[in-house]
């Protein structure tokens, strides 16, 4: 098997999160940046990547990378790559962009000169003057900054938050792969009760259940990668078949649970629940937050309530946040994690956090609220 320079892409913030992920997965030479991380690995991997990583945006191959100042750098350098290793004769190869303190700064040139040069290399290497494009698709990127250009091919194709399960819509969903980093960071697990009170379409309840279960999120979608030639579709088999025969079938969580005011959103919850096979796990419930209270104890609160980012929403979402902190704050064993993009949280919650992780959402910048309880007795798990 060969073996590829593979990066993991991430939102700001997650980048820990992601290592830790591709850690566990046994990867080598890993190394962290701001919204990546990069790794070795061969063809399964590539396939056990996009099945597995719960908090990553994307997996790409990087194909090359060079110092490019000027146009004529960045067309020479693009074209001695090995494209024709990658791309076959009808390959249907599509160049997006982006430059971040770069003096080759304006992205559609970018774009139209790296699309010229790996033309050119193909029609060298394949004796050929004209593609069609009309096979799988190969998403290529060229990305530069401070002057340094990254080629690479997306292995995912969708965002690897597309997990399958999300069909309806809601207002300002929280993307799977965020709630899974936020379920992660919390260090839950699934003999402490985990309670979402503003659950929206189900998402933190579904991929805490997800994870419980030891259902890898990319089991039910397809990937660019999978029609690729250099990808033997009896590895991919493999690698799916190896994912369904680690779910766990036994699996009892404590309780999760997800409340919502609105009883379209509980039904969507219960909805997406079901399409991601973790129904029985999950309880669903039509609540008001005023309205909720519990005599349990250690348990999380992981959530993602309403921002108040217009000026409109400012007055009731801080009546809001008050009530949170009233009502939560009275609960000494638990721990809450609450994302929010509303600026003085803290103030209006009445506590400051244990620590505070700045993330984006939908790209809203947003913070991460970790309030940190004890510890349950050993016999109160």
């Not at 990553?56 to 110092?67: D, N, T, Y």
């Not at 000494?332 to 609450?338: P, V």
Request: proline share 4%; charged share 30%; net charge positive.
């Amino acid at each position: 098997m060969t073996t590829y320079n593979l990066i993991a892409t991430t939102t700001f913030g997650m980048e820990s999160v992601v290592k830790n992920e591709v850690n566990k997965l046994n990867f080598k030479d890993i190394k962290v940046s701001n919204g990546k991380v990069e790794f070795k690995g061969n063809e399964k991997d590539i396939c056990r990547a996009n099945l597995w990583l719960r908090s990553a945006e994307r997996v790409q191959i990087k194909v090359g990378e060079f110092k490019a100042t000027n146009f004529d750098q960045l067309y020479e350098k693009t074209k001695e790559l090995p494209w024709d290793w990658y791309l076959t004769k009808d390959a249907n190869f599509p160049v997006s962009g982006k430059s971040v303190k770069s003096q080759l700064h304006h992205v559609p040139t970018c774009q139209s000169i790296t699309k010229k040069a790996i033309v050119d290399c193909l029609t060298e290497r394949y004796n050929k003057s004209w593609f069609e494009e009309k096979g799988p698709k190969y998403q290529i990127e060229v990305a530069l900054y401070k002057d340094t250009a990254i080629l690479t091919l997306d292995t995912s194709g969708r965002g690897l938050h597309k997990r399958g399960y999300r069909e309806l819509s809601s207002t300002a969903p929280l993307q799977e792969t965020i709630a899974a980093g936020m379920i992660t960071l919390s260090k839950w697990s699934p003999d402490r009760i985990l309670i979402d009170p503003f659950v929206g379409s189900g998402t933190i309840p579904i991929e805490a259940a997800m994870k419980a279960k030891n259902i890898a999120p990319g089991l039910n979608r397809s990937f660019d990668f999978e029609n690729w030639h250099f990808i033997k579709s009896s590895d991919i088999k493999e690698v799916r078949n190896e994912a369904h025969s680690l779910i766990k079938k036994d699996i009892e969580p404590r309780l999760i649970a997800g409340y919502d005011l609105n009883p379209d959103l509980v039904s969507m919850g219960r909805y997406h629940a079901k399409k991601a096979q973790v129904s029985e796990l999950i309880h669903f419930q039509e609540m008001d937050f005023k309205d909720f209270s519990t005599n349990r104890k250690y348990g999380y609160i992981i959530t993602n309530p309403p921002y108040g980012i217009r000026l409109s929403d400012k007055t009731e979402v801080e009546k809001l946040y008050k009530i949170m902190g009233k009502k939560l704050l009275k609960l000494d064993t638990w721990s809450y994690y609450i994302l929010s993009a509303y600026e003085k949280f803290e103030e209006v919650f009445n506590k400051k956090a244990s620590k505070r992780r700045k993330l984006y959402n939908g790209g809203i910048k947003v913070d991460f609220y970790q309030y940190y309880g004890p510890w349950p007795p050993r016999d109160n798990k």
